[in-house]
């Protein structure tokens, strides 16, 4: 390959070249000022020698710049290799990352169609429990006012019973007292019967009676008439047949002794 066809491939060996020869030329002027005026053919030879030599170099130095080149390009295409190679990584990564993004949206969305369905859910648990609760509210207000219904009813009957027996105490013990009176007051009536003196004197169809104070030991306290048969004598009879009876026999009931027995009235109504 001649200079010119390398020159042609490589339009940049040319600058160099140019560079070289005029570097040439520029010592062979200094060369030509330090020798005499006459240039022998010796001195011609050199030059010639000169000359080849330097287009030895200049090949030499387009053939260092051919290589620099080369390298050049081979580490200008190692470079675009490794670019081409970074980018479709990268492709490929940002591939990944949009599927990637794309399954977080999805997972995203079945997420939240989760929470929304999990709301609903929670929404309709809470529906029925505030229904049942209700449910249960009105049925313990039921149960409440039936039991305050039965409570009612229930107290009306025991005061019911409670006064039934209040009333079933009281008339036994109205018999039972009326029952001691009835038999004290007969005692009485035949202890002071007893004690009476009654003359024929007094004459018939006379009625007195006699109030009667009583001690609870049954010792007369006094005896007067609040009711005079109209004959002295017959009443004086009859207050003295109350005091020679005493002591009279009276109940030992405290009770029923102040209500029936402190104060007696006694009538005398002799047949």
Same mark, same amino acid.
């Given at each position: 390959?001649?200079?010119?066809? $390398?020159?042609?491939? /490589?339009?940049? $060996?040319?600058?160099?070249? +140019? +560079?070289?020869?005029?570097?040439?030329?520029?010592?062979?002027?200094?060369?030509?000022?330090?020798? =005499?005026?006459?240039?022998?053919?010796?001195?011609?030879? !050199?030059?010639? #020698?000169?000359?080849?030599?330097?287009? *030895? &170099?200049? /090949?030499?130095?387009?053939?260092?710049?051919?290589?620099? #080149?080369?390298? &050049?390009?081979?580490?200008?295409?190692?470079?675009?290799?490794?670019?081409?190679?970074?980018?479709?990584?990268?492709?490929?990564?940002? @591939?990944?990352?949009?599927? %990637?993004? !794309? !399954?977080?949206?999805?997972?995203?969305?079945?997420?939240? /169609?989760?929470?929304?369905?999990?709301? @609903? *859910?929670?929404?309709?648990?809470?529906?029925?429990?505030?229904? $049942?609760?209700?449910?249960?509210?009105?049925?313990?207000? #039921?149960?409440?006012?039936?039991? $305050?219904?039965?409570?009612?009813?229930? &107290?009306?009957?025991?005061?019911?019973?409670?006064?039934?027996?209040?009333? =079933?105490? !009281? *008339?036994?013990?109205?018999?039972?007292?009326?029952?001691?009176?009835?038999?004290?007051?007969?005692?009485?009536?035949?202890?002071?019967?007893? /004690?009476?003196?009654?003359?024929?004197?007094?004459?018939?169809?006379?009625?007195?009676?006699?109030? +009667?104070?009583?001690?609870?030991?049954?010792?007369? %306290?006094?005896?007067?008439?609040?009711?005079?048969?109209?004959?002295?004598?017959?009443? *004086?009879?009859?207050?003295?047949?109350?005091?020679?009876?005493?002591?009279?026999?009276?109940?030992?009931?405290?009770?029923?002794?102040?209500?029936?027995?402190?104060?007696?009235?006694?009538?005398?109504?002799?047949?």
């Amino acid at each position: 390959m001649t200079i010119w066809q $390398t020159i042609r491939k /490589n339009p940049n $060996t040319l600058t160099w070249a +140019i +560079i070289i020869h005029v570097l040439a030329f520029i010592a062979i002027g200094i060369s030509f000022k330090s020798s =005499e005026p006459k240039i022998s053919a010796v001195k011609q030879e !050199k030059i010639i #020698e000169a000359v080849a030599i330097d287009e *030895r &170099k200049v /090949n030499e130095e387009i053939n260092k710049l051919k290589k620099a #080149e080369n390298r &050049k390009k081979r580490n200008e295409k190692k470079l675009q290799d490794k670019v081409r190679k970074a980018k479709k990584d990268r492709k490929k990564e940002e @591939k990944k990352l949009q599927a %990637l993004k !794309k !399954k977080q949206k999805e997972q995203e969305q079945v997420n939240k /169609n989760k929470r929304i369905k999990e709301k @609903k *859910r929670l929404a309709e648990i809470e529906r029925k429990q505030k229904e $049942t609760q209700d449910k249960l509210n009105k049925l313990e207000l #039921e149960r409440q006012e039936k039991q $305050t219904a039965l409570e009612k009813e229930e &107290k009306r009957r025991q005061a019911k019973i409670a006064e039934i027996k209040r009333i =079933e105490v !009281k *008339r036994k013990r109205e018999q039972r007292e009326s029952a001691e009176i009835k038999k004290y007051k007969g005692l009485i009536d035949n202890k002071v019967s007893r /004690n009476w003196v009654y003359l024929d004197s007094y004459g018939k169809g006379l009625v007195c009676v006699i109030q +009667i104070k009583l001690l609870p030991s049954g010792d007369v %306290l006094d005896a007067k008439t609040i009711q005079s048969s109209g004959n002295p004598a017959f009443d *004086r009879s009859a207050e003295l047949a109350v005091r020679k009876a005493s002591p009279l026999p009276v109940p030992k009931n405290t009770d029923l002794f102040q209500r029936e027995f402190r104060i007696i009235n006694l009538k005398f109504n002799p047949i």
